[in-house]
């Protein structure tokens, strides 16, 4: 069969004895090896060239957070004063540009957006008016220091602890702020109270201030766990500013009867809010009523005198005797001359125990309580042979400055304790109470301030060797950098923001 002219054992055989043939020089083999060299060096050279002397005439700035998005479009809504649609705003580099911004003037148009935000902490406006020198002020007026745009779609990140640090860290840069916080003229200072007292800060609630700390300002320090200060509660001479008095230790003993089949415990009065944020207030009529009865008369189980007005008190006593009328009806005696002899027999027995009158009566009630041994006497759940227990046992009673009468002062118990921080109770809700309120056992008086120590927080709030376990520790846990009320009107009495500052955060 002949061969094909092309098959490839007549072409194979053209290579026979020339098996180097793949070696052999060709231009256009060396022709595509130069190209490709050239364009290397080119494009390296133009890419390390432009980095260095080239203008960057466009760039991405990154998409907003997702706080600020419906602002994408209208950068001079921040960037005031920077035409940023004009071409030559981008000549000479991006951190020429980034150079060029006022980050005074970004954060004027973050306060236009964001009012009631000018200092750090300014929940305590009314504190520091109280009494400046309880604590310093930093005017949080560099509002870039600490929030970062353009760093993602999603929701702005808060500033990590590593951003607080940046500041309380370091003593020099306290230095700085404190400096710059200072009001001038400073407001002149109220006289530390002794001990503490109690001060409305504006919403109602009151706060415990606590007496002047002996150090003027907040050292440096590293973390929570290290070098942070003691709670304020904790200074030596402070103690709870309550007038009501109260033996915590008393209603832990084994004599004080049950109340609804159970042993009293600490739940027993102190009960939290549904969020768990605070505690709700011990109330005489849902906590102390049941054991403490402000009952008048053995015979009227319906007659109690008023709890928590001294006015309601002599109101209803200058009706006393219709009071016991209706009382006396509500037994179950409707007749009118049966309530008439039944009215007569109780004012007697009134007498009796020495009430001849509605001022022994009110003495009776505001000061002195029943005396012992009288024939109407009556077992208290508390042991106590007492019927009728005097206002002053609890409470302080002074004469009305207008001499009405004896007046019952407010109990002014602290409804917060941590002024410049924030506890929930239902992340703790596997602890007992006395874990945390252990020296309420012994408790006898009620100047004892029964809080945690920042030690003992410590014990759990801290960094874990692994970094991965444990419970949260990072400042925002526990402080709330701003607050959303500011009152402008005290703005001259705290001193004008200073220009903005930025803290670099460290890498």
């Not at 005797?321 to 179950?332: P, Q």
Request: overall charge neutral; proline content about 8%.
């Amino acid at each position: 069969m002949p061969e094909l002219p092309d098959s490839q054992k007549k072409i194979s055989s053209g290579y026979s004895g020339n098996l180097g043939y793949f070696r052999r020089g060709h231009y256009l083999r060396s022709l595509k090896f130069w190209c490709f060299t050239v364009t290397l060096v080119v494009t390296a050279t133009i890419a390390l060239s432009f980095g260095k002397w080239g203008s960057q005439k466009a760039f991405s700035t990154g998409p907003l957070s997702q706080n600020h998005s419906h602002l994408a479009d209208r950068c001079d809504t921040c960037h005031t004063g920077s035409d940023l649609k004009n071409e030559a705003a981008f000549t000479g580099g991006l951190e020429k540009f980034a150079s060029s911004i006022s980050l005074a003037a970004m954060d004027a148009a973050c306060i236009t957006c964001h009012p009631g935000t000018s200092l750090h902490a300014p929940q305590m406006w009314n504190v520091a008016l109280h009494n400046p020198s309880q604590s310093g002020f930093v005017h949080a007026s560099a509002c870039a220091s600490c929030h970062r745009e353009h760093a993602g779609p999603h929701r702005m990140a808060l500033p990590s602890s590593q951003t607080c640090a940046d500041c309380h860290g370091s003593e020099a840069t306290l230095q700085v702020a404190r400096a710059d916080s200072t009001p001038q003229p400073p407001p002149p200072p109220a006289p530390a109270p002794p001990g503490g007292t109690t001060f409305d800060i504006g919403d109602g609630v009151l706060v415990f201030l606590p007496p002047l700390a002996k150090a003027k300002s907040t050292p440096a320090f590293e973390s929570f766990a290290k070098g942070h200060p003691s709670f304020a509660y904790e200074r030596p001479d402070a103690k709870d500013p309550s007038d009501l008095k109260f033996n915590h230790a008393r209603h832990f003993r084994t004599d004080i009867p049950k109340l609804n089949g159970a042993k009293l415990d600490c739940t027993s009065c102190h009960q939290p809010w549904a969020d768990g944020a605070f505690y709700q207030p011990v109330r005489y009529e849902e906590h102390c009523k049941e054991c403490h009865s402000l009952q008048i008369q053995q015979t009227l189980p319906d007659l109690h005198i008023p709890h928590g007005n001294s006015e309601k008190v002599r109101f209803f006593l200058a009706g006393l005797d219709t009071s016991i009328e209706k009382s006396i009806r509500a037994t179950g005696v409707t007749e009118t001359s049966a309530v008439a002899e039944r009215l007569k027999e109780e004012k007697e027995a009134l007498r009796k125990r020495g009430l001849f009158s509605v001022a022994d009566l009110e003495k009776r009630i505001f000061v002195e309580g029943d005396p012992r041994g009288l024939d109407s006497e009556r077992l208290m759940r508390s042991g106590k042979p007492k019927f009728l227990t005097e206002c002053a046992k609890c409470h302080t009673v002074k004469d009305a400055p207008d001499g009405a009468g004896p007046e019952v002062l407010p109990t002014q118990i602290p409804k917060r304790w941590l002024a410049k921080g924030a506890y929930n109770h239902l992340p703790h809700a596997q602890y007992a109470c006395t874990d945390c309120h252990g020296a309420a056992l012994k408790s006898k008086d009620t100047s004892d301030i029964l809080l945690p120590s920042q030690q003992s927080c410590v014990q759990c709030h801290q960094q874990s060797p692994s970094d991965k376990e444990g419970v949260k520790f990072s400042c925002h846990n526990c402080h709330h950098f701003h607050s959303s009320v500011t009152p402008p009107a005290r703005e001259a009495a705290l001193g004008s923001p200073k220009p903005s500052t930025p803290v670099k955060s460290q890498p």
